[in-house]
């Protein structure tokens, strides 16, 4: 069941939104070789506090963290650790979700540690490119396998994988709603796009096969491969008035 947003209830998403983006940003200048994933993680919990949110994602489903810190071949869901320290060439994807007045905002960004080969930032360029693809298709009167389409196809063209078994989704005062907004599909197919839905596109890509698997932890995906994946996220709201990037950060782009 889609559950529709008055614009009341946007500006509280709205609120958590742009909490979520300020975090992203701040996480994003302290991504340098030698800081572990865990030092990420207490920056962002202490930082939205601070700021009067809550992260939303401690305590989900049992979840232990406030980011989801998936470094090269881990594609999302990667537990930030003391132990998991970042090196010069790596990428790391970090996703956060926080809440304020009972309303969540959700966002993705994958960020270079240091300098990573031309082909990998490739694919982070690619994969950034693939969201705001996906964003343009996202109006009122679109189907979400519009959305689908744009993804795919983008992604497809570059010769990169396109992750089935993570899909992005509707979000208000629960992290996940209906409708499920896949990363392939169909144009004109799918729910129909109206105003009021707010929706989290989320393309999780890779440089090789689509297929990912589920560590020993249960919570981080890799992919069978190895080889590294990408994933960008925003919180988007489709209105009357237009459609509306709530996650939009200070600096729109992350990849030049
Ligand atoms: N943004 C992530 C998603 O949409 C949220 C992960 S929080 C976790 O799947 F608790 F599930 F890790
Ligand atoms: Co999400």
Not at 6 to 13: A, D, G, T, V
Not at 83 to 99: A, E, M, Q
């Amino acid at each position: 069941m889609i559950i529709f947003k008055s614009p009341e209830e946007i500006e509280h998403i709205r609120k958590a939104s742009q909490l979520t983006a300020a975090t992203l940003t701040e996480l994003a200048k302290l991504v340098k070789p030698g800081v572990s994933t865990l030092e990420l993680d207490q920056f962002a919990e202490e930082y939205i506090r601070s700021h009067g949110g809550i992260p939303s994602c401690i305590g989900y489903y049992g979840y232990p963290a406030t980011i989801c810190a998936s470094v090269n071949h881990e594609v999302v869901h990667g537990i930030p650790s003391a132990s998991r320290i970042l090196k010069d060439g790596d990428v790391i994807s970090i996703d956060l979700v926080s809440s304020i007045d009972g309303y969540h905002g959700d966002s993705a960004i994958t960020v270079p540690v240091g300098e990573v080969k031309p082909k990998v930032y490739e694919l982070l360029k690619v994969t950034e490119e693939c969201l705001f693809k996906g964003i343009e298709q996202a109006v009122a009167g679109n189907h979400v396998g519009d959305i689908s389409h744009a993804v795919q196809s983008h992604a497809e063209r570059h010769r990169y994988g396109v992750v089935r078994d993570f899909v992005g989704h509707g979000l208000g005062k629960n992290m996940h709603e209906d409708p499920q907004i896949p990363n392939y599909g169909t144009k004109g197919k799918g729910p129909e796009l109206r105003p009021g839905m707010v929706i989290c596109i989320e393309p999780m890509i890779t440089m090789g096969t689509h297929k990912v698997r589920v560590l020993e932890d249960n919570w981080t995906a890799v992919t069978m491969d190895r080889k590294p994946a990408a994933h960008f996220e925003h919180t988007v709201a489709i209105t009357e008035h237009g459609t509306e990037i709530l996650t939009l950060r200070d600096t729109p782009r992350l990849i030049q």
